[in-house]
Structures are given as structure tokens and as C-alpha cells.
């Protein structure tokens, strides 16, 4: 599937989740279910950018790629289809600068797919690093508590309830949406930029599916060459083993397949797919 791509592996959850967040995210952040790990952002944007630099996040959820871009010292801006969340990432962005962030974000509320309608054109072209990630169905990681003879509550396991939010159309549109998508950066990037995004594979109907691959060959049709498939660990590194920090969603999961006979492992990781313009497309300087 790689062929010739240069890999690498990024430690990014030495720290868990939460840990990660502490102190740095508006305690409310916990309520989005399927956040960025603040250790994957930091590390996509150190790697792919210099201060002072343009960072574009097009489905920014609560922040996380806008916070840790103000953090280093860039200049970060995000589109985020759901209001509430939208109103996070900003919250989250204030926090940020109000902690000491030297650089400035802003927050839309739109749609990805229409990118022109939202961004401040004098930015066509100075947008050195795109990193996002895309919904990976309408259910996911959340938040759990238990109580003596109430078994388990779930709670904040959403996207939204809102039927036109890409989390809920299925494989084959998201795919057509993504594809979408990706022209419209590609068109606000500068010459050498770079579009990353943080995909991993899920389950559906008993199926593994793989979103990475799919991914791949979506960057391709619109116009963008892979050049890096990375690993960035949801699981921590000690010495020659793994520190699990699957979320009681994914392990409920691997639990129940196995009841069926079903052999199944937890996701310990997600691909961060990093793509160029091709030559001679829009936008490439060659």
C-alpha cells in the first residue's frame, strides 16, 4: 500500500488524552467525541511549517490545529461546519492567546466544501500546511460514567444530530465530499505546501474499512501527490511495549466481537497521510 513513501513512526500519546489538554483546552472540549491529540498537531505543524507561517484547518472541530499552530507561533485559521463547535474553537483560540500564544487565529462557521465563501481571499496562495481530519461515522469516542445499578451512562458520543454533517452519509459521500474538499485547499496553497490529514480505519457492519487507503486515492483524484504516509501512535511507548489508551468505546467494541467469535484488536494508531500539488496542477509553481 506505501510502495516507496518514506515512514515514520510519531510517539504521540505518551501523554493521554486528557493529560494533553489539561490546562491548555477549555475544560468544555471534552464534549466533542472525536478530537485531534494536541501531540499529533504539534508535531504536523513543527515538522511542516516555520513561524510565522499560515496554517489552515477546513473542519476544525474545537481547535486543536488552530490552538497548537498559535502556540508555535503561526497564524492559524479554521472552518467548522457546527456552531456550537465553532464557538468552542474560538473559546479555545481566546484561552490560547490569553495563555501567551504569540500567534493569531480565526474561526468560520461553513462548510469545507466551499471554502471561497469563507476564507479572506488575500489568503489564496500563503497557506503553507492544511491539517484535518476527517469524521469517521456518526458514533464515536465519547465520554463514560458508571454508577452502582445503573450500568453505563454514555455521553457525548456525536458529531451532531444534524443529517447534512458529513459524519452521517455514508462512506461513498463522504468520500465525494472529501474529494471536494481537497481541490478547494489545494487551491489556497503556496508553492511547496502541504495538506495532511489524521485518518484511521473503522468498523462498520462487521467490516474493517479502510478509510487511509480510501484517503489516498481521494488525494490523488483531486489533484495531490502522497508523498509521506506517517504512524502516529494512539497508544504510549515504554521501553519495548505499548501503554494502551483505548477508549472505553473502542475496547465495548473489541469485547463484543469477540462474544460473537469475531478475533478483533483495538486501532492503536492513525495514518497521517501528507500530499503536495501535482505537477502542473493549479497552484504548482513547476
Known amino acids: 500500500?506505501?510502495?516507496?513513501?518514506?515512514l515514520s513512526m510519531w510517539a504521540t500519546?505518551?501523554?493521554?488524552?486528557?493529560?494533553?489538554?489539561?490546562g491548555r483546552y477549555l475544560a468544555v472540549s471534552s464534549a466533542h467525541p472525536a478530537k485531534m491529540l494536541p501531540a499529533i498537531a504539534r508535531t504536523a505543524i513543527t515538522d511542516y511549517t516555520s513561524p510565522g507561517d499560515y496554517v489552515l484547518d477546513p473542519m476544525c472541530g474545537i481547535g486543536t490545529t488552530l490552538v497548537e499552530a498559535v502556540h508555535l507561533g503561526r497564524d492559524a485559521v479554521g472552518v467548522e461546519y457546527e456552531p456550537a463547535w465553532a464557538d468552542l474553537a474560538r473559546g479555545n483560540l481566546d484561552h490560547a492567546q490569553a495563555s501567551g500564544a504569540t500567534g493569531h487565529g480565526e474561526v468560520v462557521c461553513g462548510d469545507a466544501r466551499?471554502?471561497?465563501?469563507?476564507?479572506?481571499?488575500?489568503?489564496?496562495g500563503l497557506i503553507a500546511l492544511v491539517l484535518t481530519?476527517?469524521?469517521?461515522?456518526?458514533?464515536?469516542?465519547?465520554?463514560?460514567?458508571?454508577?452502582?445499578g445503573q450500568g453505563v451512562h454514555k455521553a457525548n458520543y456525536r458529531y451532531s444530530t444534524d443529517p447534512a454533517n458529513l459524519a452521517h452519509v455514508g462512506l461513498d459521500r463522504l468520500l465525494d465530499a472529501m474529494r471536494t474538499v481537497l481541490v478547494q485547499v489545494a487551491g489556497w496553497l503556496r508553492p511547496g505546501g502541504v495538506v495532511a490529514m489524521t485518518v484511521r480505519p473503522w468498523w462498520a457492519a462487521g467490516e474493517l474499512i479502510d478509510l487511509p487507503g480510501a484517503?489516498?486515492?481521494?488525494?490523488?483524484?483531486?489533484?495531490?501527490?502522497?508523498?509521506?504516509?506517517?504512524?502516529?501512535?494512539?497508544?504510549?511507548?515504554?521501553?519495548d511495549h505499548l501503554v494502551p489508551r483505548a477508549s472505553f468505546f473502542a475496547m465495548e467494541q473489541v469485547r463484543k466481537a469477540r462474544a460473537r467469535g469475531v478475533p478483533r484488536l483495538v486501532v492503536a494508531h492513525e495514518d497521517l497521510l501528507c500530499f503536495r500539488l501535482a505537477a502542473g496542477a493549479a497552484g504548482d509553481p513547476r
Open 133 to 148: 481530519s476527517p469524521p469517521y461515522g456518526p458514533s464515536v469516542h465519547g465520554q463514560v460514567r458508571t454508577a452502582p
Open 114 to 124: 466551499h471554502l471561497g465563501a469563507h476564507l479572506d481571499p488575500a489568503l489564496k
Open 215 to 239: 484517503m489516498a486515492r481521494v488525494g490523488k483524484e483531486a489533484g495531490l501527490v502522497l508523498f509521506e504516509r506517517n504512524v502516529a501512535l494512539l497508544a504510549g511507548l515504554r521501553d
Open 1 to 6: 500500500m506505501t510502495g516507496d513513501l518514506p
Open 13 to 22: 500519546a505518551q501523554q493521554t488524552s486528557r493529560a494533553q489538554r489539561a
